[in-house]
């Protein structure tokens, strides 16, 4: 972070006071020593090779309900690919009606982020995809019962063989996590701002490229950058000056209950912002509806700005220019439970 | 059904004692008397013309979850085109984990039933459209909130003036109805059993010959008749004897419900059995999981026959060859929310 901010402050620096011409050519070199064009190939992941057979396989898993014990929520009804990789709620509805936590982030390129969740509890999708399948609020289920699930569909169990061609017992909970990271690596969204960082000055209108030096100007760069523009790192939400609690529950202090260190309360990995145009609403808590106020939001209390009416507009200008192309998704056919199916249910359990 | 019923007769008698080589030739002339093979083409429905531009909204709408009061359910929560078009649930879960009063019939094919819904008070598929969407234990919605959520996202409202150009206020409730029927009407899944009707005997194995067969002869063609295998005419439930009140909740009186005529009490429209493989759980009370047993069941409450084993393996095999291939659908990308787009609801409103 230390080596972003010098870059930022010599960058905001160099913006001002130059003709527009010089500030153009220092605008890319500047947006390109912060921020990476997405990869033109999918990703490698750690310790699981992507092949098209995983990819297929975790294609059919993202998609399924049954995954989770009542049948209802599959990966994709909570990270849905129709609505920018997200579900438009302030926190997920799951299990029983119960309302998750925290508000549900995108999967798209999320293979890119250094670690997954508001919190960065996973270190990457395979760890993160075995969270909510468990979570009681959300798809409530066990790993037994999705192994048995799985088992259960020899049209799986075909599937399972072919992506991990070389194990005995193919069919595992650890296997279905690391097929559904392998799918979810496929999900790459260029956008114009990729365009513009592989050098096309088109890409980006006027206000856009305005914003984008706001954005590292003001300073938000200094934790937004990289390859997903966020991602990576943990900050304080209040940096500089506390949202309201409507914005900021006093009851989830984040990245504490991961560390229990003292200096991670309310402390949040950045967000990613590929993409952030169209997964509405926003923070953790999803309090926030409109990009605007959120960009209003994020300079008071993190950077300690009052923007004004026109470099909101710019910023926001800016952050549209994250939005990016979907993959074509072909809509799975998934096999049919047999008679050894377990069968789903919509009964809540007591938490153990 | 009178003339059905004769021709079944007439069939049956046809059957005994033939050889097989005579019996082939003469299942064939039954089956083509009894049963149609799926049209090539989109269906043509009443008062909806279909286009291209039709087809792609109405496939952008039926899987919008903005089209429910909660954001949770879209028309493809219930009708899963990746699960044969139904949620494999007995009952669907809905707004505020409610459950619905009936098992969730497939889409598949559904634009061919003579009428929708289990008792059949839907005409058709733009008529069953708006019921699930207004349900207050499906997706809770009203009219005006649907509209309201379509007309906030510009790329909606340009949608509806491709799909009815000629109309001066194209985003109504209706025109959202009959969208969605015109993509549905694309949901056609030719099987090996329209193979056969189009003149390949290799199409069905023996097995699933004897089954048809079996399927004319004993009498189960008599309801289950026409280009869906069933989906038109109303029959009792019980003709001759009636199930234990597991599968047949006494509560429930199907057509009564609708025509309340003493004689509708338990009658319930002739499921269609196209793809009844792959949709369990089985019967409007969704309380059958195994499909041979769902057919022992319907023998003996509808025909007052007792199945031996083969037969009703032989009929499972007959009703696998109904069971076609989706047609490819790729996953829509729909319009992000705006600031006017009204916000979902979770909390489940008291009954009017």
Chains 1, 2 share one sequence.
């Not at 912060?34 to 999918?42: A, D, G, H, N, W």
């Not at 192994?147 to 650890?174: G, I, K």
């Not at 006093?250 to 950045?270: C, I, L, M």
């Amino acid at each position: 972070m230390t080596r972003l901010l010098t870059a930022v402050l010599t960058c905001s620096t160099a913006l001002i006071g130059l003709a527009p011409a010089v500030l153009a050519d220092d605008l890319r070199e500047t947006a390109e020593a912060l921020f990476k064009p997405l990869p033109s190939t999918i990703p490698a992941v750690k310790d699981n090779p992507i092949t098209e057979e995983k990819i297929e396989l975790g294609k059919a898993l993202f998609f399924d309900p049954r995954l989770s014990a009542s049948g209802v929520f599959s990966c994709n009804s909570c990270h849905n690919l129709a609505t920018g990789g997200d579900d438009n709620l302030e926190t997920s509805i799951g299990h029983g009606w119960q309302k998750g936590p925290r508000n549900s982030p995108t999967v798209l390129n999320a293979v890119l982020n250094e670690a997954q969740f508001w919190d960065g509890r996973a270190d990457d999708l395979k760890a993160q995809a075995k969270g909510p399948i468990q979570a009681g609020v959300e798809m409530a289920n066990t790993p037994d019962n999705v192994v048995a699930t799985l088992t259960s569909m020899p049209q799986y169990v075909a599937w399972f063989e072919a992506a991990f061609p070389d194990e005995a017992d193919p069919v595992t909970f650890d296997n279905m996590a690391k097929a559904i990271e392998a799918y979810e690596a496929t999900l790459i969204t260029p956008a114009p701002f990729d365009a513009y960082l592989n050098g096309n000055d088109d890409a980006l209108d006027a206000d856009a490229k305005a914003g984008l030096a706001l954005f590292v100007d003001k300073g938000c760069a200094a934790c937004h950058s990289g390859v997903n523009v966020g991602g990576h790192g943990y900050y304080p939400f209040g940096l500089i000056e506390k949202p309201g609690a409507e914005v900021l529950p006093e009851g989830d202090k984040g990245r504490f209950a991961v560390t229990e260190t003292v200096d991670d309360e309310y402390v949040f990995r950045a967000s990613p912002l590929r993409n952030v145009s169209v997964t509405a609403p926003y923070f953790h808590s999803g309090k926030v509806w409109d990009l605007k106020v959120a960009v209003q939001i994020m300079a008071e209390s993190q950077l300690g700005e009052e923007l004004s009416d026109e470099e909101a507009d710019q910023l926001v200008a800016f952050l549209h220019s994250l939005t990016g192309e979907m993959p074509e998704v072909v809509y799975p056919v998934l096999p049919p439970e047999t008679a050894t199916t377990p069968r789903p249910t919509d009964e809540i359990m007591p938490a153990n």
